[in-house]
């Protein structure tokens, strides 16, 4: 063959890149590479990589991105893929890619594929990885323009290196592609063969070898470059190297050396770093032992292997049935091959008749061309799962913003009327106090622009409060007319009084309340004012909502109408001369230590002369304890001394566990000098300002609950179907947890996830009936997945209406209060319905998920099946539970194979289709052509239902539990172990139809252990091992089994297998998880848990669980199968001695 020479314009003109360091021949090397396809061949430890390198940095402005073209550098070791790598991109400025088997990448994905090609410039990988990428159309080979070969003298034969080049590069080249990469070659021999060759045997393997790579042979014998000092501790490394390699291929046998030989020609390894040897010296010890590993790898790929290896091998061999693999039968007479797939193949088997030397080829090709006509492989022939598990990734790439919006009720906020009249709807908020207080609570008026609906009227919450409970109604009385004058007004009494409650400063409430206006704008806008008069005719208190107006100036015009008997007499305040009766039921302010003071009453016989007790004991007088504390001289100390409060706090009373306790109410009063006080409002009775310190946590309820009717609204502006559902239901369901209050939507959220995976399993077993369970998972995964459920949340908008923050009544918004640190801005959810964005805060995707299974759970339980569906139909899951007939597999008699009376016996449920109850107990370990189908189906299904009967039926049963307790209940119900013990408990092992030795001493270990377990109970956390998969997954395909045969029909289900799990995890019986009541335990008391500490020994896992309580350490370490059992019985060991020790 004759080289391919490039040819190229004035514009993109190679020239040679050379490095400062490059020596002559490699200079030379690399002239001969820019213009022609070449094959070097240097020494070892020489610098070819070197040139290829400088063939890199030549080519380098046609690789820039955006170009589409690339380059790509073949080694044919995993080790080599970081070396080379890492020498690119040390000595150019291209993007490098890594690519190799053992980064546990899925290469077969075409988009990406895609974004790789876009993004990297220079792909430094094995050649099965190109071959596949090739094969699949994944890569073009007209898009690389330099195609490097590391040790390129293994392009021979059916190695990926000669395949690249026979079945592309060779073959575009026949069709007089002009568009074809520069091959460049590098090998420290022309000829595999490790044995001696003579002269003339070196020259027709060069030329195969020319030929094979369309390249022309450069030979340079490079001068040594090792400086006479190194010479001889570069050679006593490699006298190490070899006794070392040769220790452990005599003690440890080949894989270890082999493994030791790629450590230690790892380019990061600093094991050969001490010595006088230059970087040329360590470039040759490296060298050895890569030529080392690849010698080792050559035995091991021969099968010189170690009995020991054969005994693995043997072990691995057991586990086959997991991954069955395709088996030829061929028929060399009639030159015929059978190609058996595995059962969860769609097609079962191909047969083809050929030339026997291509027969089995022959056969998988045709395997692809059936599969690929059916949709089992896509158009890059790839497994459809393959391209599904693709889709999943990508929808988990979706680029999500968590920050988030918080939507207000537009019912509270009005475009503002400066001018006009406005109407409003009158409602009372009874407060009725079931406690003894020497404050009475007073009723308080709310006055709306909107109308509440009636299932937020009928809604009564408490108040749990240090002394007792405060029970909140709502009342509607009528409507209202205010002019602007008398908004105006009453908002600044809002705000004062909550600058007073919240701040306890009144520095700058003068200067808010002179500056406040009514607006145009979006505000919100409704009333919260006092009221007086019976609860059937309630009325506004305008006498308290007037004393905001409160001046010493008309101080004596309001004492003219003052009803109180003594109010002739004055008293001396820091405003002048007051009446008695201003100070009564009044709010004031000492400016000498800055606090404000609800006045109660006047004292009767105290004065500034009189005695005060103070913190230490010692008594002295009022006048004195004011000289002494403020430099204060009392001018009146004969005047009598007002009865203060203290502001009440503010809390949050709808807490799920609120513990705070308030000041002693003795400690709560103070006695003040009435002219060290300075009266800011009155008259306002101290009733009323402890009445409005319940007024945040009641409207945050009622915000809440209109947020829910607006969500409610959005979902049925989009519904054919009327679907009523509790508002408080909804509300449950976009309440987390973090907001702290007596319900959250875990309950919920348990329910719609159970529902969900009921749903779609039903859907996708029905729809693929052809397809396996692991494409059914893969499609499963994608639909209800938390990225898609984020994804469909986020597109309906509901992040908005989700409640995950505590509430905290100081950032409660005051109707009118301009200066609060919020903004409303319009936001239109849909073309008929906005609401108002306040602000936007952290939301996680997988809480906006949580919150879309929790509405799935909310209406599934408040309207049934249908409204769960109508909800998942809206938010973009279309799931219909339609009947579709099950195509039976199985052209066999299941009698001839299992005992179907004595199981239908069992199970109380007669089969219309017995066939579903031999594929229900068919292992995939049981090869039998009849029977073409394993219970793996029928597990995904069942597994579902099951899932779905126990959650449903625990949550109908116990519906005033609380959501966590809900979720133990579920957890100690619905595993691998109870149903497997409920399985051996009933026999069911015995009818399994597997041909596994490993899995029948597994299950008769099961059984036997099983026998030492209490019969009683076949829930919980009790069992010691771990048991056989297959023990549980029966117990699920048999469900599944019953639910298909009874026309999908979910009671059936359940009066069949609930007597076989029988008794039910009840509320006396729950036994939490030792992991998890460990983990509580912990937190709760402040015992510090190490991280599990997780060695395997001979295939089993040994878990270390470590505690230290108060100083001690209290440590134990369980072995089992699986790390989840291991840590489960050392977490219930070490619980039992902290229990013990400190009395728990």
């Known amino acids: 063959m004759e080289p391919v020479y490039m040819d190229t314009d004035d514009t993109q003109k190679l020239a040679a890149e050379p490095l400062p360091f490059a020596r002559s021949y490699q200079l030379e090397a690399l002239e001969k590479a820019l213009k022609q396809n070449t094959v070097l061949l240097l020494e070892t430890g020489s610098g070819k990589t070197l040139v290829a390198i400088m063939l890199l940095r030549s080519y380098a402005h046609l690789l820039r991105k955006p170009s589409p073209f690339i380059a790509v550098f073949l080694v044919p070791q995993v080790v080599l893929v970081h070396q080379q790598a890492e020498a690119v991109e040390s000595h150019t400025d291209l993007i490098v890619g890594k690519y190799c088997g053992e980064m546990g990448v899925d290469f077969r994905d075409a988009a990406s594929w895609k974004q790789r090609l876009q993004k990297h410039e220079v792909l430094v990988m094995t050649p099965q990885i190109l071959l596949d990428g090739l094969r699949h159309s994944f890569i073009k080979l007209d898009l690389i323009k330099v195609l490097i070969f590391d040790e390129c003298h293994h392009a021979s034969g059916k190695h990926p290196y000669a395949c690249i080049l026979t079945e592309f590069y060779h073959r575009q080249l026949s069709f007089g592609n002009c568009n074809l990469p520069r091959i460049f070659g590098m090998t420290a021999s022309p000829i595999k063969s490790k044995g001696a060759k003579s002269e003339p045997t070196y020259w027709p393997k060069i030329t195969e070898l020319e030929n094979m790579m369309h390249s022309k042979y450069e030979c340079h014998l490079k001068q040594s ?27 440890l046998g080949v894989w270890p050396a082999f493994k030791a030989a790629e450590v230690l020609s790892c380019p990061k390894s600093n094991f050969l770093s001490r010595g006088k040897s230059d970087a040329f010296g360590e470039n040759i010890v490296k060298e050895f032992n890569l030529e080392a590993s690849q010698t080792f790898d050559n035995c091991i790929r021969t099968g010189l292997l170690t009995t020991k290896i054969f005994c693995l091998v043997d072990s691995l061999l057991e586990y086959r049935y997991f991954k069955p693999a395709p088996r030829c039968v061929i028929d060399e007479e009639r030159e015929i091959c059978t190609l058996l797939l595995p059962k969860s193949c769609p097609i079962e088997t191909i047969c083809v008749q050929g030339n026997i030397k291509t027969l089995k080829q022959k056969a998988c090709l045709e395997a692809c061309k059936q599969l690929h006509k059916i949709g089992a492989l896509t158009d890059n022939l790839v497994p459809d799962c393959v391209e599904e598990e693709a889709v999943v990734k990508e929808v988990g790439n979706v680029p999500y913003d968590d920050e988030q919006p918080m939507y207000y009720p537009p019912e509270l906020v009005s475009q503002g009327s400066k001018e006009s009249k406005g109407t409003y709807y009158f409602y009372l908020i009874e407060l009725n106090q079931n406690f003894d207080s020497d404050i009475p609570v007073h009723n308080i008026i709310l006055l709306m622009r909107s109308e509440l609906e009636s299932n937020i009227l009928s809604l009564d919450f408490d108040f749990e409060l240090d002394r007792g409970r405060l029970t909140v109604k709502l009342k509607y009385i009528g409507e209202i007319d205010l002019t602007p004058e008398m908004v105006l007004i009453c908002r600044k009494f809002l705000i004062a009084l909550f600058k007073v409650l919240v701040d306890r400063n009144l520095n700058e409430l003068e200067e808010i309340l002179n500056g406040l206006q009514l607006s145009n704008d979006p505000e919100i806008d409704y009333l919260l004012l006092p009221s007086m008069g019976s609860c059937q005719k309630p009325s506004i208190d305008w006498n308290s909502i007037i004393s905001i107006l409160f001046s010493h100036e008309n101080a004596w015009k309001y004492h003219v109408n003052s ?32 606090e404000v003071y609800c006045i109660e009453g006047i004292s009767d016989h105290l004065d500034g002369r009189s005695l005060l007790k103070l913190k230490n004991g010692d008594y002295t007088s009022y006048k004195e304890y004011y000289k002494d504390k403020y430099d204060i001289e009392l001018l009146f100390d004969q005047e009598l001394l007002l009865r203060g409060r203290h502001i009440f706090p503010l809390h949050y009373y709808l807490l799920r566990c609120r513990q705070h306790k308030g000041k002693d109410s003795q400690n709560a009063y103070v006695e003040l000098p009435p002219e060290l006080c300075c009266i800011k409002m009155s008259p306002i009775s101290i009733s009323t300002f402890y009445s409005f310190t319940f007024v945040p946590s009641i409207m945050h309820r009622i915000e809440s609950l209109l947020i829910a009717v607006n969500l409610k609204k959005m979902h049925l502006d989009h519904c054919t179907q009327n679907v009523v559902i509790p508002t408080i239901k909804v509300l449950e369901a976009i309440t987390t947890k973090k907001c702290q209050e007596k319900f959250h939507l875990e309950s919920l959220e348990t329910l719609g996830d159970s529902f969900l995976k009921y749903a779609a399993s039903q859907l996708l077993f029905k729809t693929y009936q052809k397809h396996h369970e692991g494409f059914l998972s893969i499609k499963k995964d994608k639909l209800i997945s938390n990225d898609t459920l984020c994804k469909l949340g986020c597109d309906c908008k509901l992040p908005g209406f989700i409640r995950n923050e505590s509430f905290d009544p100081k950032n409660w918004m005051v109707p009118g209060d301009a200066s609060g640190n919020y903004s409303l801005r319009e936001d239109f959810i849909s073309n008929a319905r906005s609401l108002y964005i306040t602000r936007r805060r952290k939301l996680k995707k997988k809480k906006v ?36 007939p099950y195509e039976p597999q199985f052209q066999v008699k299941p009698e001839d194979h299992i005992e179907i009376r004595h199981l239908e016996s069992l199970l109380n449920y007669s089969f219309r289709d017995p066939s579903l109850l031999l594929e229900a107990l068919t292992h995939g370990s049981y090869m039998l052509p ?20 126990i959650t449903e039926y625990l949550y109908g049963k116990y519906p005033e539990i609380s959501p966590g307790l809900l979720t133990e209940m579920r957890s100690a119900s619905v ?44 829930f919980g956390w009790e069992s010691e091992i771990s048991f056989p998969k297959v023990l549980g997954d029966v117990m699920e395909s048999l469900a599944g089994a019953i639910f298909v045969d009874s ?3 979910k009671d059936v289900v359940f009066r069949s297998i609930r007597p076989l799990l029988e008794p039910l995890v009840t509320l006396e019986t729950l036994r939490l998880n030792p992991t998890k009541e460990l983990n509580e335990l912990c937190q709760i008391k402040h015992f510090k848990k190490k991280n599990p500490f997780v060695p395997l020994n001979n295939g089993m896992s040994s878990v270390t669980v470590e505690v230290k309580a108060n100083g001690v350490k209290f440590k134990h370490t369980s072995t089992a199968a699986n790390k989840k059992t291991a840590e489960k019985l050392a977490s219930k060991e070490v619980l039992r001695v902290l229990k013990e020790k400190f009395n728990i």
């Open 849 to 884: 998920a949580d919150v879309v299974e929790a509405l799935v759970g909310a209406y599934l339980s408040a309207g049934g099946e249908i409204a769960a569906l109508l909800f998942l139909n809206w938010i973009g899951i279309k799931v219909d539970f339609f009947n579709t």
């Open 1047 to 1049: 026309g999908y029909n």
């Open 975 to 1018: 595993n691998n172990d109870c149903y497997a013990r409920s399985a051996v408990r009933e026999g069911l092992h015995k009818h399994i139809l597997y041909t596994s030795q490993k899995l029948d001493k597994d299950i008769g270990f099961a059984v036997k252990c099983c026998e030492n377990y209490s019969s009683e109970s076949t």
């Open 225 to 251: 470059d090792l400086i006479d000092s190194a010479v001889e501790s570069t050679s006593k490394k490699i006298s190490k190297m070899h006794s070392t390699l040769m220790y452990c291929l005599d003690e």
């Open 563 to 594: 009803p109180l008997k003594d109010c002739t007499r004055t008293m001396w305040t820091k405003n002048g001369q007051v009446c008695k009766c201003m100070l009564q039921n009044s709010l004031v302010y000492t400016p000498h230590n800055g």
């Open 930 to 949: 009849e029977i073409p189908r394993c219970y793996q189906r029928l597990e995904f299904l069942g597994d579902a239902v099951l899932d779905y009967l």
